[in-house]
């Protein structure tokens, strides 16, 4: 189960994860009607999966985040952060819309928390 990808939609986000690939994205929309349902794979993933991602740039592309889908991406991030604790060569490249500022304040603040190294990119 070291590959994951879940079609996304108006309201959930495309997710592709691939440990032997190093590959960790999650871009698009996340208002799902039940986050659990959208992210409850993915903290499966990686559980089992995790201790085998290294030398991985985890590429996150929000356009809307809802409030819950908020509190699960932390979930992942801190996931995430403690794998690099570990020594896993792992960062995070927290991509957002040129004129969308909430977004870009919301990958700061979570850099702050963090320990993980992020990088900002804008997109057109």
Not at 14 to 19: K, Q, S
Not at 38 to 61: A, R, T
Not at 98 to 114: E, H, N, Q
Request: aromatic share 12%; net charge negative.
């Amino acid at each position: 189960m070291g590959y994951l990808k879940k079609e996304g939609n108006e309201d959930s986000p495309d997710i592709l994860l691939d440990a032997e690939l190093a590959i960790f994205q999650i871009i698009g929309n996340s208002t799902p009607e039940d986050v659990n349902l959208v992210y409850d794979p993915l903290f499966e993933w990686l559980e089992i999966n995790g201790k085998e991602l290294d030398n991985c740039q985890c590429k996150l592309f929000f356009r809307y985040l809802s409030s819950s889908s908020h509190h699960k991406v932390f979930n992942v991030l801190r996931m995430l952060n403690e794998m690099y604790n570990s020594g896993k060569k792992i960062s995070v490249e927290w991509a957002y819309e040129k004129i969308d500022d909430d977004m870009l304040r919301l990958g700061l603040d979570f850099a702050s928390i963090l320990e993980i190294p992020f990088e900002f990119s804008p997109r057109d």
